[in-house]
């Protein structure tokens, strides 16, 4: 009886195994064979890792949409203001970067969705201390409205900076080009696709002033669309010189040479001045900082042996 018992046992675990191994075999053969009928067919091989990372990032894709659409009509619920501000608002965000028609909508969905969800997340960590600490719900709600207006100020002053250290070696570029015989709208399109990579917020005004002059537009109203964009001085300064040499006839190249020879001397005048302000900067954190540091190191030991020595008197 115990053998028949253990010959079962040994048939039953065998089978089991073998089940396993078929279904695991069949899959197997399965990934080969669409494998294969991808490299006969020309198509790109996808490996079960490949699937996974599509399904995530169509996941996430997904959220990503619903997200969107969900700021976007709040945003077109409760962005109709005044047309002054809203003319303004999509000053700022142009300056930003941010050139899409639903981008103010988005900006106003965001703020009003962050200032009604600060205070309900506060609410739900606070818990039952939420009584004590009730006057911390309008300062997370003014905190999700004013949060955003201080990262678009921050992404407009970023965007600012890149474009007016970038406009320096994109004169050099435009000099080369016209020199070589290329005409204005010509030189932009090429100053755009070769700083494309290295100085994008530059190429991406300079393309933009290619389409509007490829659309028709006036060169001079171009000009002064890319200077008034980004709200860059010597951007502007740039456009007011191409639209001054373009009436008076001049010649645009030695115009740029010029020009670019400036826009270096401002740079390094701008490199010394900063300079020169970094020995008032450095005096608080000196004072506030590293002359405390450098007191309790100095000072400390002999502290403490006074307050040694002074300690039977003060005792007695």
């Not at 599509?54 to 894709?61: D, L, S, V």
């Not at 020009?259 to 300079?275: V, Y």
Request: charged share 20%.
């Amino acid at each position: 009886m115990i053998h028949l018992i253990t010959i079962g046992a040994f048939l039953a675990t065998a089978l089991l195994v073998l089940a396993v191994y078929s279904l695991f075999s069949t899959q197997t053969q399965q990934v080969v064979a669409e494998r294969l009928t991808r490299l006969r067919t020309g198509k790109r091989v996808r490996s079960p890792a490949d699937k996974e990372v599509e399904g995530a990032g169509a996941k996430k894709e997904a959220v990503d949409q619903l997200l969107t659409r969900l700021v976007l009509s709040v945003g077109r619920v409760f962005g109709r203001a005044t047309s002054s501000a809203s003319e303004a608002l999509r000053r700022r965000l142009i300056m930003a970067g941010y050139y899409g028609d639903n981008a103010m909508f988005i900006y106003t969905g965001i703020r009003i969705l962050l200032m009604l969800a600060l205070p309900f997340i506060g609410m739900f960590a606070l818990g039952s201390a939420m009584l004590r600490y009730i006057f911390l719900l309008p300062v997370l709600a003014l905190v999700g409205f004013v949060g955003p207006s201080l990262v678009l100020s921050s992404r407009i002053t970023q965007r600012q900076l890149a474009i007016r250290n970038a406009l320096a070696d994109a004169m050099d570029l435009m000099v080369s080009c016209v020199e070589a015989g290329l005409s204005l709208n010509a030189a932009l399109a090429r100053v755009a696709q070769e700083l494309r990579t290295v100085h994008p917020d530059l190429a991406r005004e300079f393309e933009i002033t290619g389409l509007e002059l490829r659309a028709g537009t006036p060169r001079e109203e171009a000009l002064r669309h890319l200077g008034e964009r980004s709200g860059v001085k010597d951007l502007k300064s740039f456009t007011a010189m191409l639209i001054q040499t373009d009436k008076f006839g001049t010649s645009i190249a030695r115009a740029l040479r010029v020009f670019s020879d400036t826009l270096r001397t401002k740079r390094r005048q701008r490199a010394e001045e900063a300079a020169a302000k970094t020995t008032i900067k450095l005096v608080f954190p000196l004072v506030f900082f590293i002359f405390p540091t450098i007191l309790i190191v100095l000072l400390g030991p002999g502290l403490i042996q006074v307050m040694e020595i002074m300690r039977p008197a003060m005792g007695k």
